[in-house]
T-cell receptor, first 113, second 113 residues
Framework: DGGITQSPKYLFRKEGQNVTLSCEQN?????MYWYRQDPGQGLRLIYY???????QKGDIAEGYSVSREKKESFPLTVTSAQKNPTAFYLC????????????FGQGTRLTVV | QQQVKQSPQSLIVQKGGISIINCAYE??????FPWYQQFPGKGPALLIA?????SEKKEGRFTISFNKSAKQFSLHIMDSQPGDSATYFC????????????FGKGTTLSVSS
């Protein structure tokens, strides 16, 4: 089955720690995205990448980092600089273009303990 | 700066009724307007989408109405069912390669039986 796999589904982080969220897709999509979802806030864009070895900051990139070494993978690191990291994180992918569907993973719920 | 404004935040509709969710945008460069449906604990999934060269698009019980001059678009769910209970997000994308979807804050729909 083609799709996007996010892991883990639940993640707990101690304050001051960096954690990395995994996102893998086998849809052969060039573009990948990370969104953060908070109650009542919708989906806010953290980072996105249109091609391997290239990525751009979204609206709320501070405290996050990404890499895109392979077409299939777009991991997100939540650093200790992110002051309020508890949220639901969603990864998506799409073919490049204007009106193309973005496919989402099932999300990772990160909680700071 | 919120570029896509969505209302209402929550909506309760009787089974068989019509659910209406509205969105407004400011950026005239937007060229693609999808609606996503999200169930609790899951990633959003594309429901229906429209380009600004048409005023209406219908897929089954779901219809998008688009008013380019008013910079508004809305989702109508006819004959609403309890299974439609979910959170709905409108989104928009600029007419430019290498851009990402910008989402509204979401509407939580509850269909009572």
């Amino acid at each position: 089955d083609g799709g996007i796999t996010q892991s883990p589904k639940y993640l707990f982080r101690k304050e001051g720690q960096n954690v990395t969220l995994s996102c893998e897709q086998n849809l052969n999509h060039d573009a990948m995205y990370w969104y953060r979802q908070d109650p009542g806030q919708g989906l806010r864009l953290i980072y996105y990448s249109q091609i391997v070895n290239d990525f751009q900051k979204g609206d709320i990139a501070e405290g996050y980092s990404v890499s895109r070494e392979k077409k299939e993978s777009f991991p997100l690191t939540v650093t200790s600089a992110q002051k309020n990291p508890t949220a639901f994180y969603l990864c998506a992918s799409s073919i490049t273009g204007v009106s193309t569907e973005a496919f989402f993973g099932q999300g990772t719920r990160l909680t700071v303990v | 700066q919120q570029q896509v404004k969505q209302s209402p935040q929550s909506l309760i509709v009787q089974k068989g009724g019509i659910s209406i969710i509205n969105c407004a945008y400011e950026n005239t460069a937007f060229d693609y307007f999808p609606w996503y449906q999200q169930f609790p604990g899951k990633g959003p999934a594309l429901l229906i989408a429209i380009r600004p060269d048409v005023s209406e698009k219908k897929e089954g019980r779901f219809t998008i109405s688009f008013n380019k001059s008013a910079k508004q678009f809305s989702l109508h769910i006819m004959d609403s069912q309890p299974g439609d209970s979910a959170t709905y997000f409108c989104a928009a994308k600029r007419n430019q390669a290498g851009t990402a979807l910008i989402f509204g804050k979401g509407t939580t729909l509850s269909v009572s039986s």
